[in-house]
């Protein structure tokens, strides 16, 4: 069984199991509802799911998920650290880049489909991705990107962007 429930601070999950597949199809199923078999494959759909997802996110009680920025030597980096049972949305990313998780698991939604990723892991993330994720532990993520921005201002307004149709044209069968 799922629970959610709010604590004035965030929206918290309780799962019942601890098998790591019942895991993700939970996860999975809370962030895209019962549809997500149907559009898995299919990017435009799952774009539009991540949005209304997020969307839902929104008008629940938020908490505050510190990042810290890193600059050095045209390289930017993210460090987030998230909460167990926090579930969250990023940015959509306008390059490839770099993204580490040096601390905890996650469950992780992209066009790209559900990965369950557990520390230590290095990955790639292509442009254009935009990920809903579930922490089930505590758990440190960090994106790496190169950029000749200094400020984490200029950083931000060059690697990401809120608009998918960007991207648009790019998924077979997106319109």
């Not at 199809?25 to 991540?50: Q, S, V, Y």
């Not at 200029?154 to 962007?161: R, V």
Request: hydrophobic share 40%; aromatic share 8%; proline share 3%.
């Amino acid at each position: 069984m799922i629970e959610a429930h709010e604590d004035g601070v965030s929206l918290r999950i309780t799962w019942d199991s601890d098998d790591k597949t019942q895991i993700i199809e939970k996860a999975t199923n809370l962030m895209l509802g019962d549809k997500w078999r149907e559009i898995m494959g299919k990017p435009h759909l799952i774009r539009r799911a991540i949005v209304e997802f997020e969307e839902f996110l929104a008008t629940l009680p938020q908490e505050f998920i510190p990042v810290t920025h890193h600059f050095s030597g045209g390289v930017y980096a993210r460090e987030m650290i998230a909460p167990a049972d926090t579930v969250m949305t990023g940015k959509i990313h306008n390059k490839d880049h770099i993204n580490i998780l040096s601390k905890g698991s996650m469950t992780v939604i992209t066009d790209a489909g559900v990965d369950y990723i557990r520390a230590p892991a290095t990955f790639i993330c292509k442009a254009g991705t935009k990920r809903v994720g579930y922490a089930h532990e505590d758990s440190v993520w960090t994106s790496i990107h190169a950029t000749t921005a200094t400020t984490v201002e200029e950083a931000e307004a060059e690697l990401f962007t809120n608009d998918y149709t960007l991207y648009i044209g790019h998924d077979e069968g997106a319109q």
